[in-house]
């Protein structure tokens, strides 16, 4: 079985957070700082967690917050430039990946009154863990200073910063403050992502992709517009990026943005869809099996997606699209496809009993419908 997310940061942290600390700041109560920040630890969730080290940090850092700031950077490592976030941890020589989490929240919380110092403080934590939560409430409360600041990192030497630029500002940021001031207009972030999407690398592409994906939501015609400037003759690079950003809409069957992707063309053939087992218990697995057959001249384009319309308490029904199958068809070609589905309770969906629908959607339209009863 997997380890939690949440043992990411646990009582060892807490022990590197102290002693690089206390080499900084020999007035710094390490030892408080530990008694806090462990007390209660181990029953938190992960977010939770670093929520609790960053109380401890308020405690227990310098009142004066650009001294507070002074200590946390002089406690990191050292920057080589080439490194994968995935891969940094604290080590003697300074802290870095997950126990930076609790540093960048106390920046957000205490630096608010001092956004400059604070900036430069996320510029610096952002290259040693990231920075994409803590730098959400300056958007919130100094936009005009976060924009300029994130104009000028998107020129930034560390693809780190570069990518903070983008996924700092999304407007849906999981686990983070959402900018409902950018969900309605995203217009200042547009000119940052256009800057950013043919980046060299592709870790902050993957975030440009990302935070087009998320204006989509509230603003498809925009990312329309986005598609139809930017993707034609646009380098392998780019293409990427703008499939990736185009799922959202791909799966909701956006006309423009079919067409932007040759997708446009209703399927000309016959479609069917079978499910077994026909009755499920929660907790089990279906079997899709989609038979196609052409009947067009020449060879189909098919993007094929599903979606599954699962009962509410209510008894009403709300469809949830899940990616099928990419494909070309030839003229006259026949196949099935099959693709095992689970139906198991998570944290983000309820499950109610109760028939429910699956259909099938190739190139935006539904062309294939079935059922099946689930049992809670």
């Known amino acids: 079985m997997a380890e939690p997310f949440k043992n990411l940061i646990h009582v060892g942290t807490v022990d590197a957070a102290a002693r690089h600390l206390q080499r900084h700041g020999a007035a710094f109560d390490a030892a408080r700082f530990r008694r806090l920040a462990s007390q209660g630890l181990e029953a938190l969730e992960f977010k939770a967690r670093a929520q609790h080290l960053a109380t ?120 983070g403050l959402q900018l409902r001031g950018l969900i309605a207009d995203p217009s200042p972030t547009l000119p940052l992502l256009e800057a950013l999407q043919d980046d060299p690398s592709e870790y902050v592409r993957r975030s440009v992709a990302n935070h087009l994906n998320d204006i989509a939501k509230d603003h498809p015609g925009l990312v329309a517009d986005w598609l139809e400037r930017h993707l034609p003759g646009a380098p392998p690079a780019r293409r990427a990026l703008l499939r990736h950003a185009s799922r959202t809409l791909i799966k909701r069957g956006d006309a423009r943005v079919l067409k932007a ?47 599954v319309h699962h009962v509410k308490a209510s008894g009403a029904t709300a469809p949830k699209v899940f990616k099928g199958w990419n494909l070309s068809l030839a003229p006259g070609e026949a196949l099935t496809l099959t693709k095992r589905h689970a139906v198991k309770p998570i944290t983000t969906r309820r499950y109610h009993a109760g028939r429910h629908a699956v259909d099938v959607r190739i190139n935006g339209a539904v062309c294939a419908e079935a059922f099946f009863d689930l049992k809670v």
């Open 56 to 175: 401890a940090l308020e405690a227990t850092l310098p009142a004066d917050f650009a001294a507070a700031c002074d200590m946390i950077e002089a406690a990191l490592t050292p920057v080589r430039g080439d490194e994968e976030l995935a891969d940094l941890h604290a080590r003697d020589d300074g802290l870095a990946g997950w126990v930076v989490w609790p540093l960048t929240e106390f920046v957000a919380r205490r630096g608010l009154g001092e956004p400059e110092r604070a900036l430069a403080a996320l510029h610096a934590l952002t290259q040693r863990f990231s920075a994409e939560w803590a730098i959400r409430p300056f958007i919130e409360r100094h936009p005009a200073l976060a924009f300029e600041t994130l104009a000028r990192w998107s020129r930034d030497p560390s693809a780190h910063v570069r990518r903070l630029v983008s996924e700092g500002s999304r407007p849906r940021l999981p686990w």
């Open 261 to 307: 992707w040759g997708l446009g063309k209703p399927f000309a053939g016959e479609a069917a869809l079978r499910i077994t087992p026909r009755r499920l218990v929660l907790g089990g697995s279906l079997t899709l099996a989609l038979e196609l057959r052409s009947i067009a001249r020449r060879t189909q384009t098919l993007v094929i997606d599903y979606a």
